[in-house]
């Protein structure tokens, strides 16, 4: 019935983006190493899909035989309070702390810059090994479909293609985007040249944006379904109404704001060591270094320094919610937007400290302003005991017992509570399960939307949810189901996967319209 239903909708709605078919069973790369739990080197990690192993049924059971790997560690609570309380960086002398950011950084990544690089290299396409056999030459003997010169060759080559073999089979059957490549979605180093609908598309913001009065409802229009790069940074500070649009103001209103920024700075970093601030300072310095860590551009001392002046104003100059782990997510997409507007190269990569300081200082500020415009819109996700975030998990768990009644059931019965998932979806706005360049466009379409990070998200994390129907309803287990919804594989998601979620988003937001409202107890 709700595929009819869904079928019957598509015909009646024109207007509606296509309908999407999400792709189930599709083979992924491995998982993120971030989301894994730990285990010790001699304890083999669970098996899940493994029906003979003995497996907790139930969350009870789950608890009783597991425990706690999610405490931060004593020893780097240690270091912070036993290190000397770094001065001022403001960006004018960018004087501070980079030495203790590089000490715990190392800590932290507990590995050598080279080999996280090894790590982080793009697998090697499957049959790229094939067209080397083939173009090999004709002498020699063949050994595993590779021609050799020798028999110790031979003997070595027979082992080095069973281990290549071993490591193709653990790989996905299509090319995946590289783990922390290509944040810019196109027209950046290695991307493709644009097609004649992007380049239409991208006259189109331009007309808008050179207009003397930007028309906003036909720019929310056009940036539903993704903004070119090229025009994403400006289109950003007016869609979050950082920027007026008049364009005659807007030189005026930046240079007032971003003064504004740095006179908090003046006025009250200093105040970080602080008996009343020193634990929000703390917990910032803390969960920066976390911050991507996958990426190289979040792990550079002079980023984090700007990370941790932004999170301390907001979060002294907004007092009934403070600092809440989850916030330090939320400024990247802002930051790597605006450091592109200078940056030709692959931002990922990009040295920061390179860039003139008044150019720093305005990315830095116009961070902070239009991080403070999303959080206005969902501050009670942050105040005491985070109400926002308890409603839109209940919520969540009433639409999708009205979307899909398998899985709803199937959670009732392996007994998984909605917010041992839905809690971080809701948290940070689905950043840690999707790659940052997703993320990107998501929210391109979030700030078109009236009440995108409040309201449309809801049903993104639906839709984002009924993706993995299939992968869900193979789970029988409540360890099982609880790791796959914490460890979703997404790191081969691009523009076209995010764009078949919003699609299927929009049309669940158009027939449960009422789901916030509809729950009741």
């Not at 002398?93 to 932290?108: C, D, K």
């Not at 006259?203 to 003397?212: G, I, T, V, W």
């Not at 940036?223 to 005659?248: C, D, K, Q």
């Not at 899985?407 to 979806?425: M, N, T």
Request: proline share 7%.
């Amino acid at each position: 019935m709700a595929t009819e239903n869904r079928i019957n909708f598509w015909r009646r709605n024109a207007k509606v983006p296509g309908s999407i078919q999400p792709v189930y069973g599709a083979q992924h790369p491995p998982l993120d190493p971030r989301l894994r739990r730990t285990f010790p080197k001699d304890t083999p990690k669970p098996k899940f899909n493994n029906l003979k192993s003995k497996k907790a049924s139930s969350f009870h059971e789950f608890a009783r035989s597991t425990n706690d790997a999610w405490d931060i560690d004593d020893e780097e609570d240690e270091d912070f309070l036993g290190a000397p309380t770094p001065p001022s960086s403001l960006p004018s002398g960018l004087h501070s702390s980079s030495t203790h950011h590089q000490q715990q950084q190392q800590n932290e990544a507990g590995e050598p810059e080279g080999q996280m690089s090894d790590r982080l290299a793009p697998p090697r396409a499957e049959g790229h090994d094939l067209q080397e056999v083939q173009e090999e030459e004709t002498e020699g003997e063949l050994v595993n479909g590779r021609v050799v010169k020798s028999s110790s060759e031979a003997h070595l080559n027979t082992s080095s293609v069973r281990s290549s073999l071993q490591k193709q089979q653990s790989l996905p059957v299509r090319p995946i985007i590289p783990l922390v490549a290509r944040i810019s979605d196109q027209n950046a180093s290695g991307a493709p040249p644009m097609t004649v609908r992007e380049k239409s598309r991208l006259d189109k913001f331009k007309q808008l944006l050179a207009s003397p009065n930007t028309d906003l409802e036909e720019l929310r229009k056009h940036s539903w379904s993704g903004i070119p790069r090229e025009v994403r940074p400006i289109t950003w500070r007016l869609l979050s109404g950082y920027l007026p649009a008049n364009m005659e103001r807007r030189e005026l209103v930046l240079k007032r704001k971003r003064d504004e920024y740095f006179g908090f700075i003046e006025q009250y970093y200093h105040s970080r060591t602080d008996e009343h601030y020193k634990d929000t300072y703390r917990q910032i310095h803390i969960d920066i270094p976390r911050t991507n860590p996958l990426i190289p551009l979040f792990q550079q001392p002079a980023v984090q320094e700007v990370f941790e002046r932004i999170l301390f104003i907001w979060a002294i100059r907004h007092p009934a919610s403070g600092y809440v782990q989850g916030i330090n997510d939320l400024v990247t997409p802002f930051f790597v937007v605006f450091l592109s507007e200078f940056v030709q190269e692959d931002v990922e990569n990009f040295e920061v400290a390179a860039l003139p300081l008044d150019t720093q200082r305005n990315i830095e500020a116009d961070s902070f302003w239009c991080m403070s415009k999303l959080l206005d819109g969902i501050q009670d996700n942050y105040t005491f005991a985070q109400p926002g975030i308890q409603n839109k998990v209940k919520a969540l768990e009433e639409l999708v017992s009205r979307i899909d009644e398998d899985i709803h059931g199937h959670f009732k019965k392996y007994e998984v509570e909605y917010l041992q998932f839905a809690f971080r979806w809701m948290n940070n706005l689905l950043m840690r399960e999707l790659p940052l360049r997703c993320t990107i466009r998501l929210w391109d379409t979030y700030q078109a939307e009236a009440e995108g990070f409040s309201h449309f998200h809801l049903y993104v994390c639906a839709a984002f949810l009924i993706e993995w129907r299939k992968e869900i309803l193979s789970m029988i287990d409540f360890q099982g189901l609880l790791m796959l919804l914490q460890n979703l594989p997404t790191i081969h998601w691009g523009n076209e996967e995010v764009g078949l979620l919003l699609a299927e988003a929009y049309r669940l937001k158009y027939m449960f319209a009422d789901a916030p409202n509809h729950y009741k107890r």
